[in-house]
């Protein structure tokens, strides 16, 4: 939680955003309650990430309205709060007949149908679920705010499109209290009902819906050894010694981070050791300990040796072609935990709590870290592909020749065009890409569903597969085409970090280039919009001999003759149509 | 620590309604102030409370309209 007192978050939200020129994130709430004082708390957590967010709000009591006017914001937030959705419903609704209650639970069903669809095209909704705790805490039985509540939420879920995300309420509402969470006095004076630390909890709690959109989803989970994974240092106490079973007191508590650490693996998050420790001892515990619930096949990454943990972890992220601040990792000790912090600022760190059965649910409360927005079977196949991009940077040493090692791998690309069954993977993708990624724009699934269904945009994504396995669906170009005046424009162009390096990238844009020239288009324009971690990519078109029209600190514009063009034509990677 | 009490209330006002803590005088209100509406009059409340670990009751926070009485009622619960 937020450890700011509000007049602080005040001041440092405003430096913050005078420090800012990333472009302006737009987040809209709409409420039926005064919740101004969320807007410097919620842009202070997220400018503290980079982004620059901006928080407005529409008009008191109007949120089917406001619904419609917000589809072009990032982010539209839904404050519907139960009991003013009629003027002091919290003590008249026990005296309204069956009749009466079935009318306004069917006038808040037809405004919720039209919130959800007007927020079906927004970029992420956010909606509230309803919530009677707020009268009703300290009812023995379930009363007529209950029932409605659960009926609301009932219908919510059963209708919610894939865009719009809900918020439990009451999970805000337990972490603060009932009675720190509600200011009445300003609810029957101003119809305000929540204080500043319920805001606090409510911010932290969407801030990883908002920073998976933006692509800030955390991948790594890298875990210290000794004392982390298991209690005990392996290289002092021994093999027989380390404590990680189940029917031990602290084991128990080592078994259950283990079990976390499986589950979180299941979903795609990378699993990495980082420890100090010798790298022989280490894979023993790996293979063959009858309480590791962690084995090799979970490991992806695994830098246990004597070198200092900011080289390590340099390591992991370099290998793992993945940014260091897409890295969390776990330690104990106050030496290692404060030496990361200090260097690698952008890698997240923990620290097992002194308190050891406090492990746990630190462990639990950091896991909005890694929440994704789109969660997709991709993200399962995802673990192995890591894998093999591992095994590749090994076998990469053994050829002198890149082109005879890219030979030797049968690479095999399969390109899709406007293919809707891939869409959440083409969505996620625009939202995770972040290094080879030339426009760096965020789009959602709606958003990827209108490129496809206009006429004047096609959308290309590719799998590739090679000897060592299938990498999935790892690239997204998005053109958009004007045929009257017979140019196109690379909207969007990236590649998953898990594949670059083999001049995919090359055979991906040839394709692109050629069905573009095929309808008809004689110019293409292209852009590079430089971000903080899209370098790499800089000089792209350059070497694609695309033309440099202009240039500034933080866009290169591009033209391309299609007449002229020739493509590259990498003979070793057998492109296919998917469809 | 009457001054600091009062220099921590300035700091809050400050952070409030965004401007520098020596533009606020013993008569400043929302009169003198641009920005003191009645969202940031409350922001300021509950942010003065957070500050001292203190509570206003209706009454007060209705007559807490400049900065002297703004003083005067939060150094009598300190």
Not at chain 1, 112 to 126: R, T, W, Y
Not at chain 1, 148 to 167: F, G
Not at chain 1, 334 to 354: A, G, M, W
Not at chain 1, 567 to 578: C, F, K, L
């Amino acid at each position: 939680m937020i450890e700011l007192k509000y007049s602080k978050i005040l001041q440092e939200n405003k430096k913050l955003g005078n420090n800012l020129t990333s472009s302006s994130y737009a987040v809209r709430v709409s409420s039926n309650i005064i919740v101004h004082q969320i807007k410097e708390i919620l842009e202070y957590l997220l400018r503290a990430e980079g982004i620059n967010a901006n928080v407005a709000f529409g008009d008191y009591d109007n949120i089917v309205q406001d619904s419609q006017r917000y589809k072009d914001a990032n982010t539209v937030i839904i404050f519907w709060e139960l009991c003013n959705i009629i003027d002091g419903l919290q003590y008249k609704i026990e005296l309204l007949n069956d009749d009466e209650r079935d009318k306004i639970l069917e006038k808040i069903k037809t405004e919720i149908n039209l919130v959800l669809k007007n927020l079906e095209k927004a970029s992420l909704g956010l909606i509230n679920k309803f919530t009677s705790l707020a009268f009703s805490y300290s009812s023995m039985r379930k009363n007529c705010l209950d029932e409605l509540a659960s009926q609301l939420n009932n219908y919510l879920e059963e209708n919610i499109p894939s865009s719009v995300k809900l918020v439990d309420l009451e999970k805000v509402i337990a972490n603060v209290g009932v009675s720190n969470s509600l200011d009445l006095r300003y609810y029957y004076s101003s119809k305000a009902l929540y204080t500043i630390d319920f805001f606090k909890f409510y911010a932290e709690y969407v801030k990883p819906f908002i920073m998976s959109a933006n692509g800030k989803a955390k991948k790594a989970l890298i875990f210290d050894c000794d004392n982390t994974l298991w209690k005990g240092i392996l290289g002092e106490d021994g093999f027989d010694n380390i404590e990680m079973s189940a029917s031990t007191k602290d084991g128990a508590i080592f078994a259950e981070i283990q079990s976390m650490t499986l589950s979180l693996n299941g979903q795609g998050i990378l699993i990495g050791l980082c420890s100090k420790n010798n790298p022989g001892d280490v894979d023993e515990v790996l293979a063959s300990h009858p309480d590791m619930q962690l084995r090799n096949e979970h490991i992806t990454i695994n830098k246990s040796n004597w070198s200092n943990k900011v080289t390590n972890l340099k390591k992991i992220a370099k290998e793992l072609n993945i940014g260091l601040d897409s890295l969390v990792f776990v330690d104990d000790s106050s030496f290692e935990v404060n030496l990361i912090k200090e260097h690698l600022p952008e890698v997240t760190v923990l620290q097992v709590p002194k308190r050891l059965y406090k492990y746990p649910n630190m462990l639990r409360e950091n896991l909005g870290h890694f929440y994704n927005l789109s969660f997709t079977s991709e993200d399962r196949k995802k673990i192995e592909m890591y894998k093999q991009q591992v095994k590749r940077e090994t076998v990469k040493k053994e050829f002198t020749d890149i082109e005879d090692y890219l030979s030797s791998l049968d690479l095999k690309m399969t390109i899709f065009e406007n293919e809707k069954s891939i869409i959440p993977r083409m969505s996620q993708m625009s939202q995770k890409t972040n290094q080879f990624n030339l426009t760096t724009k965020r789009y959602t699934e709606s958003d990827i569903r209108k490129f496809i269904d206009n006429p004047n945009s096609d959308v290309y994504a590719f799998s590739l597969a090679d000897k060592l396995g299938d990498s999935g669906v790892t690239g997204l170009s998005i053109v958009t085409t004007n045929g009257s005046t017979g140019t196109a424009e690379i909207d969007t162009l990236l590649v998953s970090c898990r594949v670059i390096g083999r001049k995919i990238e090359y055979a991906f844009l040839d394709y692109v280039l050629r069905k573009t020239k095929e309808i008809g288009i004689d110019e293409i324009k292209a852009k590079y919009i430089t971000t903080r971690k899209n370098e790499q990519v800089k000089e792209f078109y350059d070497k694609y001999s695309f033309e440099l029209i202009n240039e500034s600190d933080t866009l290169r514009n591009y033209t391309l003759d299609l007449s002229q063009y020739d493509a590259n034509r990498i003979d070793y990677i057998e492109v296919v149509n998917g469809k | 620590m009457a001054n600091k009490v009062a220099e921590r209330i300035k700091i809050v006002m400050s952070a409030v309604f965004e401007i520098p803590v020596k533009q606020i005088k013993d008569d400043s209100s929302p009169d003198t102030i641009d920005t003191w509406d009645s969202l940031k009059h409350m922001n300021m409340v509950v942010a003065l409370e957070e500050e001292f670990q203190i509570e206003f009751t209706d009454d007060e926070i209705n007559k807490m309209l400049n900065y002297s009485s703004i003083k005067n009622n939060t150094s009598g619960k300190i």
